[in-house]
């Protein structure tokens, strides 16, 4: 198993403060990169995690 929870936790942090930098600096063209971003890295942790623990 190469992710182990601590791995997850880190992924999940940084998406979520990548989610709030994009959404500050959402007028501007790398803010919304940077949302769209923080979203799939958060939403990619959660899917992970909860793959790893329901099936």
Same mark, same amino acid.
């Given at each position: 198993?190469?992710?182990?929870?601590?791995t $997850? $936790?880190?992924?999940?942090i940084? *998406?979520?403060?990548?989610?709030?930098?994009?959404? *500050? =600096?959402?007028?501007?063209?790398?803010?919304?990169? =940077?949302?769209? =971003? *923080?979203f $799939?890295?958060?939403?990619?942790?959660?899917?992970?995690?909860?793959?790893?623990?329901? *099936?």
């Amino acid at each position: 198993m190469f992710f182990h929870n601590n791995t $997850l $936790l880190i992924i999940f942090i940084v *998406g979520v403060i990548a989610t709030f930098i994009g959404f *500050g =600096l959402r007028d501007r063209n790398p803010g919304i990169i =940077l949302l769209g =971003l *923080g979203f $799939l890295v958060t939403l990619y942790a959660v899917v992970r995690k909860a793959a790893e623990l329901f *099936g």
